[in-house]
């Protein structure tokens, strides 16, 4: 599918995330759809950056943390003003969370995609490579 061609204030549910798959994005398409859909695009990586105090911990340990993280992006949701969030470098939790010993992806991706009652529509900028195996087709867009 085109960028020009996506609609993403039309995403159904609108109270759910959605997965918006996208090899090669570079900032001015991003910008320009961001702008085009009235959307706020959102770092995963800043966010996280942000609101981690570095003298708490050495380690994140965001394996042991998922209710954490998950709460954070519905906290992204809600603190917009945006009807739309585009939520770029989650695939950086992601990968962190495939090389974990145990690895609890399926549970993340479990918890992802029942979370309910999002402020916002939440649109999850991935990797085609990193898509979850069950996640329901109605809900994925690709560039």
């Known amino acids: 599918m085109a960028i020009k061609d996506l609609k993403l204030r039309e995403a159904k549910p609108s109270d759910r995330p959605h997965l918006l798959l996208w090899d090669t994005p570079n900032d001015l398409e991003l910008r320009q759809l961001a702008y085009r859909e009235n959307a706020e695009c959102i770092s995963y990586r800043t966010h996280l950056l942000n609101r981690i105090a570095p003298q708490s911990s050495p380690f994140l340990a965001l394996h042991m943390r998922l209710d954490r993280e998950l709460n954070s992006i519905k906290a992204i949701c809600a603190e917009t003003n945006k009807p739309l969030v585009i939520l770029k470098d989650l ?52 560039i």
Request: proline share 8%; glycine share 0%.
């Open 91 to 142: 695939d950086r939790l992601i990968t962190y969370l495939h090389v974990q010993l145990d690895s609890p992806i399926t549970l993340f991706w479990q918890n992802l995609f029942n979370t309910r009652h999002l402020e916002s529509i939440l649109w999850i900028l991935l990797p085609s490579k990193l898509t979850p195996p069950k996640w329901d087709e109605s809900r994925i867009q690709r």
